[in-house]
């Protein structure tokens, strides 16, 4: 269970993805959900674990997955999924 756990992390995508954005890996599904939720790069890091810098890369993979090119749009998009 935990090797999975990291393997998502690490990018390989996790089969049946509720969210509808069956493309992003485990850890931009997390950081989307924490930016859908309100939280800043720094809060995200803070609360995963990880750089601003890291949690900046997996936001630009997920805005490029998503089709997305804002917060704002991630937050909207993500609620109707």
């Known amino acids: ?3 999975e756990q990291e ?3 690490a990018g ?3 089969e049946g993805a509720a969210t509808g954005a069956d493309d ?5 599904r997390e950081v989307c ?3 859908a ?13 990880l750089s601003p810098r890291t949690v900046e890369h997996h936001l630009r ?5 998503l089709g ?12 109707a999924s």
């Open 1 to 3: 269970m935990r090797a």
């Open 7 to 9: 393997l998502a992390a």
């Open 12 to 14: 390989r995508p996790v």
């Open 24 to 28: 992003l890996t485990a850890r931009e």
């Open 33 to 35: 959900d924490l930016v």
């Open 37 to 49: 939720g309100g939280a800043t790069n720094r809060e995200v890091a803070a609360a995963l674990f």
């Open 61 to 65: 993979g997920a805005y490029r997955k």
């Open 68 to 79: 997305v090119r804002s917060r704002s749009e991630l937050a909207r998009r993500w609620a």
